[in-house]
């Protein structure tokens, strides 16, 4: 009885942590989108003037969509180890507790990017940053719960166990280059986070495959 008591807090623990996780993650895309502005016009307003200033708006809307996209890869990617854990403790509510750290920040380093990313390298290293932490952390849960199926189930293979675990640290890995590259040139930097998806897509190809022929 005591186990199944044990299990059962376990179980609701985690749909607590799944829930306040999505709550915060939907509060930061909320963040984003109140940071845009109405374009200012100056004197009487006309189509080519509205124009001219959503122009002028451009960049700051191209870094909103570049932070949607960040945001909503890391929650996909959080969903995806989330649905092989089973189980939650006290260690695994810390290291999610951290991810949502690095996540509620991405709403404040995205108005530095805005404000900074055309002259200072510094916009896209704090950027870049926050990302490799969220996206580290993101990765030391599922190796915290995977390991020795310490939250997980133990029909979950190796092999499924090793693809999460690669797939985890594929955005962790290009934001910590395009650090490196910010360096050399802002705007390569900027591109090369649009490579996560590509790479992901390809890990999970193969994947699909290599269980294909296994089965």
């Not at 609701?12 to 915060?24: C, I, M, N, T």
């Amino acid at each position: 009885m005591d186990s199944e008591l044990e299990a059962t807090s376990r179980s609701k623990g985690l749909e607590r942590l799944l829930g306040l996780s999505d709550d915060v993650l939907a509060f930061a895309i909320t963040l984003l989108a109140l940071d845009l502005v109405t374009p200012v016009i100056v004197g009487h307003a006309t189509n080519a003037s509205l124009a001219s200033a959503l122009v002028l708006e451009l960049p700051s809307f191209l870094n909103y969509i570049v932070s949607f996209w960040v945001i909503g890869m890391m929650w996909l990617g959080h969903q995806r180890i989330f649905r092989y854990i089973k189980y939650s403790d006290s260690g695994l509510l810390m290291l999610n507790l951290l991810f949502l750290f690095f996540i509620v920040l991405i709403p404040f380093a995205t108005r530095v990017l805005n404000s900074y990313a055309g002259s200072v390298q510094l916009a896209i290293v704090l950027y870049a940053s926050l990302l490799i932490g969220a996206g580290l952390t993101n990765a030391f849960i599922w190796r915290y719960a995977s390991s020795n199926h310490r939250l997980l189930d133990k029909e979950i293979s190796q092999r499924t166990i090793r693809w999460l675990w690669l797939r985890s640290c594929v955005a962790p890995v290009i934001f910590a280059v395009s650090v490196l590259l910010a360096l050399i040139n802002r705007y390569v930097s900027i591109a090369s986070w649009f490579t996560v998806f590509p790479i992901v897509f390809l890990l999970d190809r193969r994947f699909a495959k290599r269980m294909g022929k296994k089965s």
